[in-house]
Each structure stands twice: as structure tokens, then as C-alpha cells.
Nanobody
Framework: QVQLVESGGGLVQAGESLRLSCAAS????????AGWYRQVPGKQRESVATITNGGTTNYADSVKGRFTISRDSTKNTVYLQMNSLKPEDTAVYYC?????????WGRGTQVTVSS
């Protein structure tokens, strides 16, 4: 059974950093395209950062210059480095990944940024 397991969330103060990880397990196939999304209660899930199989990245305007998405193919893991965190970054962060021909979602990790 393929699973995406996120980790690295937590409670930090504004200006601090966190690194989220998303590890794929239960598969012999590599992550192709992947992305991080976030959602706050009462709002739609939004895209934060994406990375293609070829390494092309894309970011939401609200996180450009502060967040960096990357991947380690040897570990079948995708990362989201979040610097200069702001209270408005508070949300549940979800990992999404295309593995072989199926799109998977992780269960999410909470990020809370206090002012």
C-alpha cells in the first residue's frame, strides 16, 4: 500500500524556519511530479509549491523567496524548506505526489506560526 508520510510540522514563532518532509513508502516507483498544499479551516486547499520530475519548481506568490521545494530521489522524499515564517502561513500542509500513474495525498502536518 502506497503512503505519503509528512513530518516536520510544529509550532514556531514568526521569523523562524521549519522543514517539512514527505516520504513515499510501499512502492518501487519513484515520485514524479510533487507538490505541497495547505489548508486552513473554512478555506479551499491552495498550492504552495510544486516540483516536476525534471526539477522545475513553481511557487505561490505569497511564499516566493521564503519557501523552497526540493527532492531527494534516492530517498523518494520531497521537502519544503520554510524560512521567515509568518502567522498567515499557519495551516495544515499536505504533500501530493504522482507515483507511476496514481496521484496520492498525505494526511497532512500542522504548521502553526505565532506572532
Amino acid at each position: 500500500q502506497v503512503q505519503l508520510v509528512e513530518s516536520g510540522g510544529g509550532l514556531v514563532q514568526a521569523g523562524e524556519s521549519l522543514r517539512l518532509s514527505c516520504a513515499a513508502s510501499g512502492t518501487i516507483f519513484s515520485i514524479k511530479n510533487a507538490g505541497w498544499y495547505r489548508q486552513v479551516p473554512g478555506k479551499q486547499r491552495e498550492s504552495v509549491a510544486t516540483i516536476t520530475n525534471g526539477g522545475t519548481t513553481n511557487y505561490a506568490d505569497s511564499v516566493k523567496g521564503r519557501f523552497t521545494i526540493s527532492r531527494d530521489s534516492t530517498k523518494n522524499t520531497v521537502y519544503l524548506q520554510m524560512n521567515s515564517l509568518k502567522p498567515e502561513d499557519t495551516a495544515v500542509y499536505y504533500c501530493n505526489a504522482l507515483i507511476y500513474v496514481t496521484n496520492y495525498w498525505g494526511r497532512g502536518t500542522q504548521v502553526t506560526v505565532s506572532s
